[in-house]
């Protein structure tokens, strides 16, 4: 069974930055789309960024392009979201999750997604 396990999280003030961790065990997801999505309390949950199988592709939600980055680290089996010129309307439960199936080009849909971990909190405030 694929765990997913997200670190990283925390409170910073805007502008700051952070970078999530989402370390994989159970299988290799170096041939699998992984994505972050978040979620605050009372909303649905977000798609935030995506990375197709082969770490070619990218996609991110129009509100952290230009400051978000995600990447993977298929020796580590980890994926990671750089986190920059965080603002509040950034604070939000983190997710990250893998693609059901393998060899895929990325995907804002969360249904397209079969592990998920446990979520990072992360609190921008002043």
């Known amino acids: 069974q694929a765990h997913l396990v997200e670190s990283g999280g925390g409170s910073v003030e805007p502008g700051d930055s952070l970078r999530l961790s989402c370390t994989a065990s159970?299988?290799?997801?170096?041939?699998?789309?992984m994505g972050w999505f978040r979620q605050t309390p009372g909303k649905e949950r977000e798609f935030v960024a995506a990375?197709?199988?082969?770490?070619?592709?990218?996609e991110y939600t129009d509100s952290v392009r230009g400051r978000f980055t995600i990447s993977k680290d298929n020796g580590k089996n980890t994926l990671y979201l750089q986190m920059n010129s965080l603002k509040p309307e950034d604070t939000a439960l983190y997710y990250c999750?893998?693609?059901?199936?393998?060899?895929?080009?990325?995907?804002?849909?969360?249904?397209?997604?079969?592990?998920w971990g446990q979520g990072t909190q992360v609190t921008v405030s002043s």
């Open positions: 999750a893998a693609a059901r199936m393998p060899y895929g080009l990325g995907t804002r849909r969360g249904v397209d997604f079969g592990s």
């Open positions: 159970g299988r290799s997801f170096s041939t699998y789309a």
């Open positions: 990375i197709d199988w082969s770490s070619r592709r990218a």
